[in-house]
């Protein structure tokens, strides 16, 4: 089944706005304001996908890359999730230049064959679409510090408390966080695939 509705919807700027902190205050460049030279982008890291290969900031230089945190044994919103992640995969289907990547926030379970077991349950297909594990302190710092997914402004937190959020992160070619989506709501799917095809042509 497809996302019917990403033809329907227009991105809602020309231009999409950038990101570099928690509160996703938008920021636009261009001519006449430039972007600085050190604006916030998704550092270095390595982990390890389904099939276990590595995926590296590397994987992600050139490709627009939708960004969730997700557990296989979870029994509450990440099945809802994967079914709408699996919209987007599918409307990029035939597309290289796009790539999903889901990181598992209980990653000391989740192997790289536990991952290929929910991959192979779930429709994923591994050109498009890597499940991530790897150390818990690396997935927890991308997470809160680089892509910040929770959202809990003013909120401490402790680094063994738990992530679990319904959030998607779109990121453009240069590794710049450019929208976050609640991944719960089919309009919200939408919207996000309909600002790939504009981070698509943006480049």
Not at 27 to 40: A, I, M, V
Not at 107 to 127: K, Q
Request: proline letters at 5%.
């Amino acid at each position: 089944m497809s996302c019917n509705c990403s033809t329907e919807m227009n991105s809602r700027v020309e231009v999409l706005p950038y990101y570099q902190e928690a509160t996703f205050t938008p920021q636009w460049f261009d001519e006449n304001n430039p972007k600085p030279s050190g604006f916030h982008k998704i550092p270095a890291f390595e982990l390890t996908n389904q099939i276990g290969e590595t995926v590296s900031e590397k994987s992600l230089n050139g490709k627009v890359v939708v960004v969730d945190f997700f557990f296989t044994s979870c029994p509450g919103i990440c099945p809802k999730m994967t079914a709408n992640m699996t919209l987007v995969q599918e409307e990029f289907l035939e597309d290289d230049d796009i790539l999903i990547l889901s990181h598992s926030v209980t990653p000391e379970y989740d192997s790289a064959a536990v991952l290929m077991e929910y991959a192979n349950r779930n429709g994923v297909n591994s050109d498009r679409w890597q499940l991530l594990t790897g150390p818990r302190e690396e997935i927890y710092d991308l997470g809160r510090n680089q892509y910040f997914v929770e959202e809990d402004l003013g909120l401490e937190k402790n680094p063994t408390d738990f992530i679990h959020t319904e959030n998607f992160v779109l990121i453009d070619q240069e590794r710049h966080i450019r929208g976050i989506y609640n991944g719960l709501n089919k309009t919200a799917i939408a919207q996000l695939i309909a600002d790939i095809k504009t981070l698509k042509n943006e480049l």
